[in-house]
C-alpha cells in the first residue's frame, strides 16, 4: 500500500483546505484510513478516521464541526475537508491505513505528510 497526501499549504484563520490522499489501487478494499497531524514540539494526534466503508468516523474533539473526513473508494482517494481553520491547527498532517482501526488495529501504512500553516 503506498499513500500521498496533497493539498496543504498557506491559508488564513478562519479560511479552508481539503486534503487529499492517493492511495495504491485496491487500497479501499478493508482498509480504513485516517488523518494525523504533528505540530512542531507536540505528539504526533488522531485527527480524525474512516472506516473502510465510510460507515464510522472518528473525529479528535478540538476538530468537530470543522473538519470532514471521507473517502472515494472508487478513486482510492482519502479526503479531509477543514474549515474555519485555526493557528493551532498549524502541523504536518499525515494520511494513514490499517486494518481494523476502529477494534484496536494499527496503522500499517503512511504517507510523507503535507504541511498545513494557518496564519494571518
Known amino acids: 500500500v503506498q499513500l500521498q497526501a496533497s493539498g496543504g499549504g498557506l491559508v488564513q484563520p478562519g479560511g479552508s483546505l481539503r486534503l487529499s490522499c492517493a492511495a495504491s489501487?485496491?487500497?479501499?478494499?478493508?482498509?480504513?484510513m485516517g488523518w494525523f497531524r504533528k505540530a512542531p514540539g507536540k505528539e504526533r494526534v488522531l485527527v480524525a478516521r474512516?472506516?473502510?466503508?465510510?460507515?464510522?468516523?472518528y473525529y479528535l474533539d478540538s476538530v468537530k464541526g470543522r473538519f470532514t473526513i471521507s473517502r472515494d473508494n472508487a478513486k482510492d482517494t482519502l479526503y479531509l475537508q477543514m474549515n474555519t481553520l485555526k493557528p493551532e491547527d498549524t502541523a504536518l498532517y499525515y494520511c494513514?491505513?490499517?486494518?481494523?482501526?476502529?477494534?484496536?488495529?494499527?496503522?500499517?501504512?503512511w504517507g510523507q505528510g503535507t504541511l498545513v500553516t494557518v496564519s494571518s
Open positions: 494513514a491505513a490499517g486494518r481494523g482501526v476502529f477494534y484496536g488495529g494499527v496503522y500499517a501504512y
Open positions: 489501487r485496491g487500497t479501499s478494499n478493508g482498509y480504513d
Open positions: 474512516i472506516a473502510w466503508s465510510g460507515s464510522q468516523t
